[in-house]
């Protein structure tokens, strides 16, 4: 059975920064993409950032980049969030997922497997 458990969402103040995790179990986690996405209030889920199991190449949502930095432990079958000088529109639902749709890695449809989530709140 595949779990991901995100933890590390919080309430910041503009300009903070937060750290979110991703725990992964229940599969050969250095063989899977890893991505983030996260949905606002009455809005859609948007994907925000992604690192791929072979190289570990990193793709990014335009409005985090340059902000966000996404990375991986193998070997602790862990995905991580590095949120630097967040901003207000940054507040919503974080998720994690794990997908094989090597092609598909910037969108949701790559992704087979979704944790249940951790608020991040920026205010201003």
């Known amino acids: 059975q595949v779990q991901l458990v995100e933890s590390g969402g919080n309430l910041v103040q503009a300009g903070g920064s937060l750290r979110l995790s991703c725990a992964a179990s229940g599969l050969t986690f250095s063989r899977y993409n890893m991505g983030w996405f996260r949905q606002a209030p009455g809005k859609e889920r948007e994907f925000v950032a992604a690192i791929r199991w072979s190289a570990g190449t990193t793709y990014y949502a335009d409005s985090v980049k340059g902000r966000f930095t996404v990375s991986r432990d193998n070997a602790k079958n862990t995905v991580y969030l590095q949120m630097n000088n967040l901003k207000p529109e940054d507040t919503a639902v974080y998720f994690c997922?794990?997908?094989?749709?090597?092609?598909?890695?910037?969108?949701?449809?790559?992704?087979?497997?979704w944790g249940q989530g951790t608020q991040v709140a920026v205010s201003s």
């Open positions: 997922a794990a997908g094989v749709q090597d092609l598909l890695v910037v969108t949701a449809k790559g992704y087979a497997y």
